[in-house]
């Protein structure tokens, strides 16, 4: 993800610096940019749910017991499963069809565009199938597996009270070595 927004950034400034200062330009930045973008979002989405990032509520998820979060989990990590299939027959046929056909600026097949479905299917289908066995062998994981990240809100007012408790110890440790 860090190649291609480093690439895409290289392109497009590039490309402004040769138009306005050369009155030039690169012909296919633009369109490699914009597939550079479609790949970084979709291997975001893979990242994202490796470290359980999608947003998500879990408001009816916190009061049930253990057992019914496990089945919960399972049950939406199940539909998860099965949304990626649709995603990847779907990205499979489009990227069969468009084999031949190629973006007009850069030359390269459109599959490689369509492709990144493919992939992304796959690799969300691995880390949920994954998932799915921490939840049902390893009795332990399941409040691991169902946490939900901290609202930014909460997040600020956490470090605002490590902040503000850092310089407390510090004015009791400067008090103190004073006197």
Not at 48 to 69: E, I, R
Request: glycine share 8%; aromatic share 10%; proline share 2%.
């Amino acid at each position: 993800m860090v190649l291609t927004l480093a690439m895409m950034c290289i392109l497009v400034f590039g490309n402004v610096v040769l138009r306005y200062i050369f009155n030039s330009g690169i012909t296919w930045s633009e369109e490699m940019s914009r597939f550079l973008f479609i790949w970084m979002i979709f291997l975001g989405a893979i990242g994202a749910l490796k470290d359980n990032d999608h947003l998500g509520v879990d408001t009816l998820l916190k009061k049930l017991p253990l057992s019914a979060k496990r089945v919960v989990f399972i049950l939406s990590n199940l539909i998860v499963l099965y949304v990626l299939w649709i995603v990847l027959d779907g990205s499979w046929k489009i990227t069969t069809i468009n084999m031949n056909s190629t973006a007009p600026a850069t030359g390269l097949p459109i599959a490689y565009v369509y492709g990144i479905g493919i992939v992304m299917s796959i690799g969300m289908g691995i880390i949920i199938l994954f998932n799915i066995y921490r939840a049902l062998f390893r009795i332990d994981m399941i409040e691991e597996l169902t946490r939900m990240k901290e609202s930014e809100d909460e997040i600020m007012e956490a470090v605002h009270e490590e902040i503000m408790e850092w310089h407390h110890v510090q004015k009791q440790g400067a008090a103190g070595g004073e006197r």
